[in-house]
């Protein structure tokens, strides 16, 4: 068990490289392009709603963009039909710079409970009866290669809210070498 976690942690790495200066609005709209017939198959509505200016951040797109769908797909499965799902990105500030970017992915008429929310990332947790308990275990391995964070809440009243926040890119150090890995 312990090897084949190691070998499924390899994919999910990233390899040490250039990571690109990138708009999170675009990235995310591209991830959306890709999964809105899905959307409309479950008539479940999908809004968009992003920040203006918000800051550049360093990603493997590739990478960023497996982890978007993985999120979205598994919010998709989770939402009934009828259902919305929102995505959101705005900056985030200290003082007067932006820091980063926070994305939220919110949906309508699931919930977490309490006690899963602290599994729901551990490799192999799964609740769906044909799940591998790898997605969302593989979203936090790239959010964190990313030098960022995935969080989750669920409220009956309010749905599912995963939200992400990503530090913004270095102009000094766009396009340089990372070591993450």
């Known amino acids: 068990m312990d090897r084949l976690t190691e070998d499924l942690l390899g994919l999910a790495r990233i390899d040490r490289g ?7 609005d675009e990235l995310l709209q591209e991830v959306v392009s890709l999964v809105r017939y899905d959307f409309g198959q ?3 509505e999908i809004r968009e709603r992003y920040g203006e200016g918000l ?5 493997k797109p590739d990478k960023l963009i497996q982890a978007f769908l993985n999120l979205l797909r598994n919010a998709l ?3 009934p039909q009828g259902g ?9 500030r200290t003082d007067d710079r932006m820091t980063g ?3 939220r992915v919110t949906n309508t008429g699931s919930i977490i409970p309490e006690e899963l929310r602290e599994k729901i990332f551990e490799p192999f947790f799964t609740t769906k009866q044909e799940g591998t308990g790898l997605g969302l275990f ?5 959010i964190q290669a990313h030098h960022g964070d995935i969080a989750v809440e669920s409220d009956p009243s309010q749905g599912t809210t995963f939200e992400i926040i990503l530090p913004a890119a270095e102009p000094s150090h766009a396009g340089a070498t990372s070591d993450v890995g």
């Open 18 to 24: 250039t990571f690109e200066p990138r708009s999170i």
């Open 42 to 44: 479950r008539k479940v």
């Open 55 to 59: 800051p550049l951040v360093a990603v």
């Open 77 to 79: 499965e989770a939402t």
């Open 84 to 92: 919305r799902m929102e995505i959101s990105a705005v900056a985030r």
């Open 101 to 103: 970017v926070s994305i």
């Open 138 to 142: 593989f979203v936090q391995q790239i």
